[in-house]
């Protein structure tokens, strides 16, 4: 089927090659003209035919302005899905804006990454049962293979919500592979660190895709020589923290998974000086001046 | 090659089907004389030409015991494999005692539960080269078929300690899951949740076994109603923690999912007692009798 | 000097009775006609001359309700305070909203629970410093005698936050506290669990308020028999979290102290379920059906 | 009455001045003969009149090795006391080798600090009724003036594990004031930080000797530039997890503030690295380069 596509960098310009390749016909909008099919939203509206069909896969920032763009070029009986990394709360407010003008939305948490226009991708989606069902020629492109790796989770705001979950999740597993890491690394014992990690990609409860990775990276630098800890992160671990509080759910592991990545931004950590500075009040322990 | 197993529990006993299927002559003993081959550890020694080599697959609580045993019936050139899950530390002390009758010693941790007689087992083994290369056989039958699924991790203990990082590991991995799934089973948005455990299994960044342990326990009981939180721990999880407090390693992942369990067998927490008491103290709070 | 004091409860009727000993004149208005110096917010407006000074110490459900019914009858020149406790986001907007009218707004944090008549309040007070001043006479009746208890943290909004942190502090140390209390009383070597609780009021590095209140509670019931671990919470700790995101600060002690009040009123928890589901799946353990 | 006292260090040095206030004969014995009253156990045991006490204020890398010494000289009726910073697992094996040769044994748990000479000493006591009974007037000289500072908490051992409880509870407490010290000072709005630290000494829930020592060294440093977060750690802590661990407790507030200290000490984190790795592998997102 036709689709347009607005947003073709990483993930955007991935995922067009993708659907090309399964036959269907994408007309994709970027910033940069070189890899754009057309100039404008009004250009891509009208390459279109009616009712469209339009992907948004643009940087969280400017979501909301993309799709107020299109909303402005669309119509009655057209579909907005936005496949980027919204936070779930903007979903229901959009829909909203878009009903009034008889255009139908769609939320999408897309998962997979660089790999998924080879793999394909995690699929989850909300909104209306009528809209899923005029995608699933696409949804079907995009996803695996398999039997798996596309849900209809829920109604608008539901595709990006098991999407924050599913990186809270990440951030979890990450962090737990993480430790094991450097504790092997730190012990007397193991000398063959990255031949262990190789050793569990298959038989053991611990394999996973994340695992595959960890061996693909340590590989490629055996003891991570060239990295540096310092690591960002990207939205919806903090919403997932803010839905934990908001729901009473208590999420130890998530959340000191999100911590060490805010610690690992410190040069120095305050709350360290403050202990640092107590020591020093109380017992006349040494302590380390800066 | 010829092999004398002693345990055929639960993970004994599929191991010697396992070995046996690629052609092994394996001689086992247990207390359950119903599944043993022989009645006896002296009758266990006889049975095996020498140079003998004995894998011991006994609960912890009686692994010493067990290999005492064996020493006595053992001698110069023979080999016990301990596959339990002992603790690493109690590793060289072993290798020690057998050493100074010419009995080697090797430290296997043995991952895959009751799926490895069919998926093969995760093997990591610990001891000097020599000994390991007498039991490759073993090793080869045992391991899943491809690639993975083996490693030589080091010296004696380093098996057992490389098995103790992956089940910490493991706790941290299923409790990032657990918290996943309990946050998604809370929010108002997601009305198919075991829908979209099981949409991960392909094309996420979350996809692994344990997920499709997960999706498969949600295909038996969506709700996962018929379940307490009851938990118990096995002592690998709180090994790991002891290491991370020698060695100044900060797990704080694995830390968590293991007090977790500590705190899922509380009735009530004398700690959660304690800051009620307070609040009733300073604020007058309403607070909840016993 | 003069103040009008809406809402006359817990917190506002023990202000009332602090500010009236210190020689000034209180006119209260409360729901409850009984305790209450006026009936309406016109007839709190008509008792007091101007410029007037009105704190609010209602829950923080119905302070922008009250607030704006006051902004009605009052006029150029005179001062709203919020004592209550409001989230600090709240304060800049509603001063502004006043502000249009001549109409100055203190937002103040107030500690001390039901100790506070005779102990004095502790005050974190936001605001410019002409109203700070106005208000001087008041803060000084309500805080301590000694030196501490009062601070001019900011401007409009630092009050509600500097409180908020504190309450947020408070968490972590009531947990220290709890978690300390709950190892000794699981011990074997400690016979005298509230006799060494009730010792570390001198001489110790723990010495603190909320330890004299630990000991108070263990003087009445030694064991906390007659208490429920089930704790609530009351949304500072939430928006200290929050916050804790927000500004990419790793707050571990005081989220892990929030989390477990949200445990503590879980039946049982889907987490742990989620967990046990797994270890039935991968290894056949034994788990507890609900 | 008389002591012995081996080791006049910071702790013992001052605990040697208090007693001799409180009109006690104090003989010492320590490395540095410039401070020393005896130089050899030999010429201590001389000095004491039977039965003799003497109590030992030792690193605790040499109180073994200290109190064997002392047992050759002494003899059937004395007591020997451990005032440092033992384990409590040490205790019990002590006794019961002095014991064979009639020597009583207190193990002590000291608090206080640098403050102590001046404030009085937190003394939390293990051991037997008739050896406490004898110690009493020394107890009552070191202990503060006021009601509380002194515990016979148990039998041997019982001093030790409550003065490891009070260091965990100790490193809590600290985390918590440091946390929100970081959030406060993270926030744009609380412009005064120092200040409100300095103002909750009084009328506030979160009052307290630390909190005092807190507000001390923000006189003194008020942005603590002059302190580097690099903090160490000195065994209690440590103890706390394990029996933490041991007993099933989960101690999630004070593991996060010990695990804080590990941290500190690493200029870079593996696990980061690991995280970074990951992230890099799934996302080719743009990691630091080391």
Request: charged share 25%; glycine share 14%; proline share 3%.
């Amino acid at each position: 089927m036709q689709l347009g596509l607005v947003g073709l960098g990483r993930m955007g310009g991935n995922m067009r090659e993708r659907l090309r390749s399964a036959g269907h016909e994408v007309v994709g909008l970027d910033h940069n003209a070189q890899i754009s099919d057309v100039t404008t939203v009004a250009g891509l509206a009208e390459k279109l035919e009616s009712p469209r069909v339009v992907w948004v896969m643009v940087p969280a920032g400017v979501t909301d302005a993309t799709i107020d763009e299109l909303a402005e070029v669309l119509g009655e009986g057209d579909i907005i899905i936005d496949g980027g990394n919204s936070r779930f709360s903007d979903d229901a407010p959009r829909a909203e804006r878009l009903n009034k003008r008889g255009i139908g939305y769609l939320d999408v948490g897309v998962s997979g990454g660089v790999w998924g226009r080879q793999n394909g991708y995690g699929l989850m989606v909300g909104g209306a049962q009528e809209h899923v069902d005029r995608l699933m020629p696409i949804f079907n492109a995009l996803k695996p293979e398999g039997e798996f790796g596309f849900v209809h989770a829920g109604p608008v705001g539901a595709g990006h919500y098991s999407k924050m979950v599913h990186n809270g999740i990440e951030y979890g597993l990450m962090h737990a592979y993480a430790e094991g890491y450097e504790l092997m690394a730190a012990s007397e014992l193991v000398t063959n660190v990255p031949g262990v990690i190789k050793s569990w990609r298959e038989g053991t409860v611990v394999r996973s895709w994340l695992l595959d990775l960890l061996d693909r990276a340590l590989d490629e630098d055996p003891e991570l020589a060239d990295l540096s800890g310092y690591t960002e992160d990207t939205g919806e671990g903090r919403w997932t923290v803010d839905e934990a509080v908001r729901l009473a759910v208590p999420l130890n592991v998530i959340t000191a998974s999100l911590f060490a990545r805010f610690a690992s931004r410190q040069d120095d950590s305050p709350a360290m000086k403050a202990v640092s500075a107590l020591r020093q009040q109380f017992g006349g322990h040494a302590v380390h001046k800066s």
